[in-house]
């Protein structure tokens, strides 16, 4: 045997460096496409790629709902079931359902009228139907 068959069962350093650079390529484009991906989604429900900031509206049970004021406490007289987290913050937001009503299911989740996204310290956000029932 001589010494540059032993030499051509391996593969060279080049080539090792060609299928390192594909597999950061492959990697790299597959978490852009994951953020893409997510940015869309993200515009799609609370219709705006800030995702930094609180939604100006919030898309549920395929009905818009448009962000209101701002209140320190909830208002009496309703049940809130929490629907939904806004994400990457963690914001959850909750259906406002009046006590003692009657209410349509939408993938086991109820539909409503108004929506309350909480924030921080004590504040939460009421979001209102855009349009009508």
């Known amino acids: 045997m001589t010494e540059s068959g032993v030499g051509q069962s391996m593969p060279s350093k080049r080539s090792r460096r060609r299928v390192a650079a594909i597999i950061v390529w492959l ?9 893409a991906s997510w940015l869309l989604y993200y515009r799609v ?32 007289g309703y049940t809130y079931p929490q629907v939904m987290t806004v994400e990457p913050a963690g914001w959850p937001v909750y259906a406002q359902l009046p006590v003692g009503t009657t209410r349509v299911q939408a993938a086991g989740l109820p539909c409503t009228m108004g929506l309350v996204l909480k924030r ?14």
């Open 27 to 35: 990697f790299s484009g597959a978490l852009v496409l994951a953020a």
């Open 45 to 76: 429900t609370f219709h705006t790629f800030a995702w930094w900031s609180v939604p100006p509206s919030v898309t549920y049970c395929g009905r818009d709902y448009l962000e209101g004021r701002t209140v320190d406490a909830l208002l009496p």
């Open 120 to 133: 921080g310290g004590g504040q939460y956000i009421l979001y209102g139907l855009s349009g009508g029932p």
